[in-house]
Each structure stands twice: as C-alpha cells, then as structure tokens.
C-alpha cells in the first residue's frame, strides 16, 4: 500500500466540464478523478469505466457540462485518523485505491492498494520520464547565505531539476547535543562538530533559500537529520524528504517522514542487505511512497567499490523506482547508472573544489554539472525501447549509399521466370536486399529490365500500385529529376513537375534536356548541398559562408528562369529551399532565433529573384543534412514563421511529415500550426511522420490523422498545390508515389 498526498492531478472541480476531468485522467494513468466542491469536501469520483457506461447510452453525448452529472456520489472513503493497518485491510478486488478525508469530508490523500507512479512535484519518476537530477549542495555553502543562493542559481542554469540542502537541529542530534569542543568525542566526530558548527545557515535562512529557489523556478529539496527538522521541514512545506544513508537504520524519522505521505528518497550507503530490507518494511508499514538510492558512502567513493550491478537486485529488493548518489569522482560512473536504469541522480557540486569541508573534494563544478546533464539526456536519447529493431532514417540513408541489391544480370522482358542466373548482387543497396534473392527465385517478372536494374519489394507482389489518373480538389504533381521527369510525366497527367536538383544538375544545360514545351507548372527544389560540400546557411553569423549561401541560391534562380522557357503556362516558377539556421550541438534560444531570422532575410534580400519566388521550406527539428543530424531552430515554430512571411513578405513550402515532426518534439498544437502557416503557403509536401524524426513516412504509416489534416488544409489552404514527399518514392519507377497519390484520393 502506497499513501500519497500529492493529489492535485486527481481532483477536478465538481462544476468543471467533462472533457476536463478527461484530460485530468488522462495525465495521471491512473483512470479516476475525485471531483470536489470549492471547499475542498469531496462530490463523487469518476472513472474510465464509469464515463464509458455513460456515453454508450448516449447520443452525441455533450461533454463540456459538469462533471458533477455523471459522477458517482457518496465513495467510499477512508479517515485521516485510520491506521495503515486498517486502510490496507479495506482493499479488494474491486477497490484498489482509496480518498483519506478528515473530520470535514476534506480529501488529505489518496492510498494505493499497489504503488502508484512515483512522483516529486511536478516531476514524474519512472520509465516514460527523463531521470531527475539532484544537485546536492549540502552544506558547500560554508554557513554563507549569498553562497547558497549562487549556488542555487547556478544548478537552476546547469539544468538540475533540484537543489538539495540539509538540515540539522544540532542540541537534539547529537548526545552532546552538539558541542564542537567535546573532548570526550574522538577525532572523526570532532572534526564533523567544527564543521557543522561554523558552517550551518540556520532555520531562517534556509527557508530563505528554499523561497529563492522556488522564485527562480528551481524545486528546493531537503535531508531533515533529526526529528525536530522533519518537523520544521514540515512546517514550511517541502515537497518530499531526502534520507541520508546514515539514517537508513533509524526507522523512527523513517515511518515519520514516509507518514507525511510525501516522496521519500532513501540511500543506501553504509547498510547491510538485511538493513535495506528492514528499512523498506518500515517504510511500508505506514505506507510510505519511496524511491531507492544506491550508493558508495565513501569520500570519494573507490571505482572497485562502487558496484553498479547491485542496482538491480536493490530494484526487485524494494520493488519502488531505484537511483544512484554518487560520491566518486568526475560523472562516466552517472552515466552507466543512466543506462543500467537509474531514474533519480544525486550528485554533489560546488563552486571550489578548495575550499574547506569533506564534500567539496567529491562535488563537480558548475561547468562539469552542465556536462554530466547534457551527458544524460544524450544517454537517455540513446537508450530506446527494448523492442523489434528497426532502422532509422540516418541508416536508411546509408545503407541506400553503401549496402548491396538485388540487380538484373542481363536484360529481363516482362512474362520471364526469373532464375538465379538472372540476378546479380551489385551496389548501391536501392533495390531488394542480397538476403531475399531466394524469394525472388522462382517469381515470374511483371516488367521490362535492362542490365544492372534493381529489383523492387514490388517484385515480390503479385499486384503493384499502377500510376493512373488521379483525382484532387487541388492542383497537384510530382518530384522528378532531369534522367526521369519525361519517363514520370507520360505516367501521370501531373499539372504540375517539381524538379528537385543536385549541385550537378546546375552544372548541366536545361536545353540539353527539354525537346518541347512542356504543359505542366514548373517547380524547383534548390540542393541542400552545393559545390565543395557547402551546406547552405543563409542564416550564419560568417560572412564569408554566407556569401558563398547567396552566391550558390542565385545560381539555382538563374537556372530556373533558363528552365521557365521550356514551361510556357508558368509565370513564376516557385523554388523551394530549406534556407539555413541549423546547430551541430543543441538549440538556440529565442533571442538567437530572431537574429537567424535578421541575418535569413537580409542575405535572401540580395539575390536577384525578378521572374521567380524563393519560398523556404518548413522543417522538422532533427534534419539529416550533410555530416549528419543536426538541430534546426528556423521554420519550426508557427509564430516565428507568420512573423517572418509578414515583415519580408514571403509565403513558404509548408512540409507537413516536417512540421509534424517539429510539433511532436516541441509539444505545440499541430492543428494550431496547420492554421496558423497553412495560409502563407504556396505549395504544400505530402508525407507521414513519427516520432521526432522519422521523415517523409508513406501515407498512413505514421502518426499523421489525415482525416483532420484534410480539413485543416481545406479551410485554410484550399487551392495550394501539393506533391507527395515520400522519402524513394522514385524508385521502382515512383511505386511509393504512386501508392501515396492512390491513398491520399481519398482525402485530397
């Protein structure tokens, strides 16, 4: 049984809507909600389950009216004054948690049959969470106020979760009731009483510090030593406890704290197995809601005697969420706990590592703490989900650049049984894998080839997706290249041909291409990468680069305007351009941001574009670009981007697997993105997305609703054009634009 106190994500106003309480039940997991009136005395409770039974008998069911309608009166509840005993005796099949109320029906807490999820205000602890970070400053602060503030200061900017400090009532602590100049104490204890004796801020100033770091948005923590400063700590309202290894044993502040039914963390250092289990049996005989620390309390702590692999055996020990305190040196031993499955970091810092006390020589300074968090989150990223192993987009790319494929040893007509002696493994990997060579043996070939082909997943079918005449409200196309848009054009009655470029096409005469005149609308893709492995920026602080930015974007307006002749019907060909204002190691902040957006408009200002129209291309926040993933932090927000089409008056290429991308990993609306960029745009990419970047998805095959989209794009982008932007849709003579154009009919 688990008791917990931190409630708020469970109680709803009685007169608030249904869809919020909803929204409540959706946050907390646990598929309830208590509803509650102005006074704090509870209504009734919802469930899941309740809120089904009542829509099944409902048509078009209202759910802005009160909650107080369809909630259940008169729970069954509990007392304040019940014992955990007696509380745990009431638990059953059927009820499985409990409100604890007190004398004025007021709920208090909640009380688990089973341990619910493991919470420190704000911040859950577990699997589907970031790890929670404690920056330890114990007494670093040398009994000096300002000190501490800087210090709190400092872990709110290196990206701490927590700022944690101790507290000591020294005359009920100690059975000398702490006299420093005890001569009866041995050497150990005499040195610990001097330095908590000069070095403690007392009650006052402590609270100050807590109040300081909940005004600049850090979560204050504390280890109360003693009862008196349990009772203090209570008093003042702290979040959850921190239990020192040294009071592992000492169950009487144990029960206490836990019977709060706030989060206590308990480490573990200097305790035998058999205490450890001791400890835990207190902390659930009152119900205590608790997390596990493993730790070495030696100062610092040896590498051989840190013992790691003890985390596990810790986490099936207390069944609770485990973590680690750290008192060895530097942080790699942080960060193999991350990956072994520590959900809770403790680590001490300082701001001098020379200065007098025994935890300065084992803290990490500010410059190695902001190291040790971006450290973590990038394990954490790392570590993925024990589930089929699937590639991603970056290894897609490379393996299409570097493995193998099935290609035609000779030429193949169509009708032909295809045997081993007609199929070479030659690279690149575009085509069928070497491994399916055994499923393809015996298949009988549904089209013509030439020598060095590759064959297609489609060969393995007996029914492909054929290009026809597709049917859409709005104008739409297709993405060719010089070597294919005549072969692609005769498939498809397109109105529209989207020539996306290499740096090599711009080398070649569009004459040398183009026979005739051509009917359809002309649209160009500006390359990404341009001549000597130039990534275009023109949004770099260096001049130098982003001269050769505007150099290289007027060649691609030069080229079109040469292409314009062969496009009679075209009277602005619209280029599209991913623009710039990416980031190796992380994000820039909005200040930054704004300066991009300057330094992008004043470099596009200098490109002749008379004839033509540049629009820059929405984009996801994680693009593999040249030399890998990067961050990109311009075309990604939809307020900066109506800010930047209004004051330069541009419109955009809205790419929208992109821009879903971004939305999912910034945690903004996408129906709000939609409605806000859809009407600056002047062409529109088609494609699914998930995650945060997994790009360019075909067509539900990932996390797009295009049911909504479609009516998003309707309203407010309703005759813009589109292509499909399946990432190879060309191969296999464009199959996967095909199959998308086929599914989109639907909906376009």
Not at 274 to 290: D, K, P
């Amino acid at each position: 049984m688990i008791i917990q106190s931190n409630i708020e994500e469970y109680l709803i106003l009685a007169d608030e809507p249904i869809h919020a309480a909803l929204d409540k039940m959706s946050k907390n997991q646990n598929g309830f909600v208590i509803t509650i009136t102005e006074e704090g005395a509870i209504e009734g409770v919802l469930t899941d389950g309740d809120f089904r039974r009542c829509i099944s008998s409902i048509n078009n069911p209202d759910l802005s009216v009160p909650v107080s309608t369809i909630s259940k009166k008169q729970p069954f509840v509990t007392s304040l004054k019940s014992d955990p005993d007696t509380i745990s005796g009431m638990f059953s099949d059927e009820i499985r948690w409990l409100p604890i109320v007190d004398h004025n029906y007021h709920i208090t807490a909640i009380a688990f049959a089973q341990r619910s999820q493991f919470r420190i205000g704000e911040f859950g602890i577990g699997e589907s969470f970031p790890s929670f970070i404690i920056a330890e400053i114990g007494n670093n602060h040398n009994g000096n106020i300002e000190v501490a503030k800087r210090l709190v200061y400092e872990a709110k900017l290196i990206g701490a979760n927590c700022v944690k400090l101790q507290m000591r009532d020294m005359a009920s602590l100690y059975r000398n009731t702490g006299q420093s100049d005890d001569i009866r104490e041995d050497l150990g204890s005499q040195y610990v009483l001097d330095t908590l004796a000069r070095f403690q801020l007392d009650y006052d100033q402590m609270f100050e510090v807590f109040d300081y770091a909940k005004t600049i948005g850090i979560m204050p923590l504390c280890t109360p030593w003693d009862m008196v400063s349990l009772e203090r700590l209570e008093n003042y309202g702290i979040e959850g406890y921190k239990i020192s290894s040294a009071d592992l044993t000492n169950h009487q502040l144990l029960k206490a704290a836990a019977s709060t039914s706030k989060p206590v963390i308990l480490s573990t250092g200097m305790s035998t197995e058999t205490e450890i289990i001791s400890a835990i049996g207190a902390l659930r005989q009152v119900g205590g809601n608790f997390a596990l620390l493993h730790c070495n309390s030696t100062y610092p702590a040896p590498f051989s005697s840190i013992n790691l692999l003890y985390m596990d055996r810790l986490k099936n020990i207390g069944k609770c969420e485990v973590g680690y305190s750290g008192h060895e040196r530097g942080y790699s031993v942080v960060l193999a706990a991350i990956a072994r499955g520590a959900r809770i970091i403790e680590k001490h810092f300082t701001l001098d590592r020379s200065l007098e006390g025994n935890d300065h020589k084992v803290s990490l300074l500010p410059s190695e703490f902001r190291e040790m968090v971006s450290s973590i989150r990038d394990v954490e990223k790392s570590m993925g989900r024990a589930m089929e192993r699937q590639l991603t987009q970056g290894e897609m790319i490379n393996r299409e650049n570097l493995a193998k494929s099935l290609t035609a040893a000779c030429d193949i007509t169509s009708g032909t049984l295809i045997t081993k002696d007609l199929i070479e493994i030659r690279s690149p990997g575009q085509g069928l894998q070497p491994d399916r060579i055994r499923d393809l043996v015996g298949r009988i070939c549904q089209r013509k080839m030439v020598k060095g082909d590759f064959f297609f997943a489609s060969d393995l079918e007996d029914k492909q997706e054929e290009p026809r005449a597709f049917s859409f409200k709005r104008p739409w196309g297709i993405p060719v290249r010089y070597h294919d848009f005549s072969a692609m054009a005769e498939m498809v009655p397109a109105q529209l041909l989207e020539f996306h470029f290499s740096f090599r096409d711009l080398e070649e005469n569009p004459a040398d291409h183009f026979t005739q005149p051509l009917e359809q609308q002309l649209i160009v893709h500006a390359p990404e990468i341009f001549s000597g492995s130039y990534l275009l920026d023109l949004a770099t602080r260096d001049r130098d680069k982003a001269r050769i930015g505007v150099k290289s974007l007027q060649q691609v307006v030069d080229v079109t305007r040469n292409m314009k002749t062969f496009f009679p019907n075209t009277e602005r060909p619209l280029i599209i351009a991913n623009v710039g204002g990416f980031t190796e190691t992380g994000f820039v902040n909005e200040s930054m941001r704004s300066d991009m957006y300057l330094r992008l408009a004043e470099n596009l200002a200098e490109l002749d574009t008379d004839g033509v129209e540049i629009i820059p291309q929405t984009m996801p926040p994680f693009p593999w670009l040249f030399g890998g993933q990067r961050h990109h932090n311009l075309f990604v927000n939809a307020d900066e981007i109506v800010d930047f089409c209004e004051k330069n008056n541009f419109r955009i290429c809205l790419d929208v697997s992109h821009s879903k991308l971004a939305c999912t990993h910034f945690q903004h609306s996408f129906a709000n993105f939609i409605r806000k960029v859809a009407p600056f745009s002047a062409h529109i990419h088609i494609a699914d997305a998930a995650g945060v970047d997994d790009e360019g998805l075909q067509i539900s095959e990932g996390d797009i609703d295009w049911s909504e989209l479609s009516n998003w794009l309707d309203q407010h982008a309703p005759r813009v054009s589109f292509i499909p932007e399946i990432w190879q849709g060309h191969k296999d003579t464009g199959s996967g634009f095909w199959l998308a154009l086929s599914r989109l009919e639907r909906w376009l």
